[in-house]
């Protein structure tokens, strides 16, 4: 007879999850959970290669805080020694280092952005260097003795780049042996980690054999698209939403995602009944998302202000109430006061807006880039960005 207690546990944890190895072992490790009262200790790693989360990391993150609800002892690993090396995951060329300075003042923002997921006062936040740090170059290079070239060379970003001539340090060699070892020092039951993520993810289950240890699950989670519905969420991609964002910010990056990407958004980043939303209508059920997201990361009363707001622009076609302010003074093309205001970051973009019918002032599209203005009002450009035109007194 299945345990249902068991069986609940695993509909949480396999709930938009893309691959288990294996699951028979995850059923097996949770059964001997139950019976022995010992929770299984779960782990996450991200190195600290910048500031600042984004929806992307929220992910692994909420993964992290189910596994917390049902009774498990979840690590939040802040790769800071092996943040210096940088992770080659899905790399097409060496990443560049960081210094131990920088890597170390961005895991100074990690601990308070965790804890708007996780209850941080019953996880464990560890810092890789603790361990590392105490190894001397004859401990690391005895570490290398764990892996092979062949077994290197098997990986396919590795791959990849080689056919094309691309260089690979020995450093990246090492990577995945790295993040191997965090797993045996912190006796890792299950670890997550992105699709990307799954050859270290397996080499380190190849490592805590050879350390007597009982291999880790593994679980991978979908790669998030950011805002442009095609890339990966990512800083450098800039299509990312960062729970440190302003709540209006995140809620019109959210509202300007696809329809189709929504529902991707909704499995991983809610705990909403998926069946419901598929039966609203698209444009109320990404506003519901949006309100969702943003309750998580700023709260009810700010969420429902921006949702307000938000319906006052795009629904009633008002102007916003709390909008950035330029001072008209003499003529200016509409152009030259797009770049001064801001409210583009290049000439090019500022163009690109005229030429698709993006601008307007008062409600009146402006045709041409020399335009002149000279009067006072509201200009618009795109659908999101509002320019309050006043006379210089």
């Known amino acids: 007879m299945k345990n249902p207690d068991i069986e609940k546990q695993l509909e949480i944890i396999k709930r938009g999850t893309v691959e288990i190895v294996s699951e028979p072992q995850l059923r097996r490790?949770?059964?001997e959970s139950v019976k022995n009262r010992r929770p299984l200790n779960i782990k996450a790693g991200f190195d600290p290669t910048a500031a600042d989360l984004h929806l992307g990391h929220t992910v692994l993150l909420r993964k992290l805080k189910q596994f917390q609800d049902l009774g498990h002892r979840v690590f939040f690993l802040i790769g800071d020694f092996t943040g210096c090396i940088g992770d080659p995951s899905g790399r097409s060329e060496i990443r560049k280092q960081l210094t131990r300075e920088e890597v170390l003042k961005n895991a100074a923002t990690y601990k308070k952005q965790v804890s708007k997921i996780l209850d941080i006062d019953k996880a464990e936040v560890v810092f890789n260097s603790q361990w590392f740090e105490k190894m001397s170059i004859l401990d690391i290079l005895k570490l290398t003795t764990h892996a092979t070239v062949a077994q290197m060379l098997a990986r396919a970003d590795f791959k990849k780049r080689i056919f094309k001539n691309e260089d690979v340090s020995l450093l990246e060699f090492i990577y995945p042996l790295l993040q191997g070892y965090d797993s045996v020092k912190l006796e890792a039951d299950v670890e997550l980690g992105g699709t990307d993520q799954i050859f270290n993810l397996l080499f380190g289950r190849e490592i805590q054999k050879d350390f007597a240890q009982e291999p880790q699950v593994v679980i991978t989670m979908p790669l998030l698209e950011g805002t442009d519905g095609v890339q990966k969420m990512s800083k450098s991609y800039a299509n990312f939403i960062g729970i440190n964002e302003p709540a209006k910010d995140m809620f019109g990056k959210i509202m300007s995602i696809s329809d189709e990407m929504m529902f991707k958004y909704y499995t991983l980043l809610t705990d909403e009944d998926l069946k419901a939303v598929k039966d609203m209508h698209p444009r109320e059920a990404k506003i519901k998302l949006a309100e969702i997201i943003v309750t998580q990361y700023h709260g009810r009363k700010d969420a429902e202000n921006v949702c307000l707001e938000f319906k006052r622009v795009f629904s009633q076609k008002e102007a916003p109430q709390d909008?950035?302010?330029?001072?008209?003074?003499?003529?200016k093309t509409v152009l030259e006061i797009l770049l001064e205001s801001g409210l583009v970051s290049?000439?090019?973009?500022?163009?690109?807006?005229?030429?698709?019918?993006?601008?307007?002032?008062?409600?009146?599209?402006?045709?041409?880039?020399?335009?002149?203005?000279?009067k006072t009002g509201i200009l618009k450009a795109g659908k999101r960005r509002f320019l309050k035109l006043e006379a210089k007194g």
């Open 346 to 374: 290049s000439k090019n973009e500022g163009r690109r807006l005229i030429q698709q019918g993006g601008v307007s002032l008062d409600n009146v599209t402006i045709e041409k880039e020399n335009a002149v203005i000279d």
């Open 323 to 331: 909008m950035p302010v330029y001072r008209v003074s003499g003529a």
């Open 29 to 31: 490790k949770l059964e």
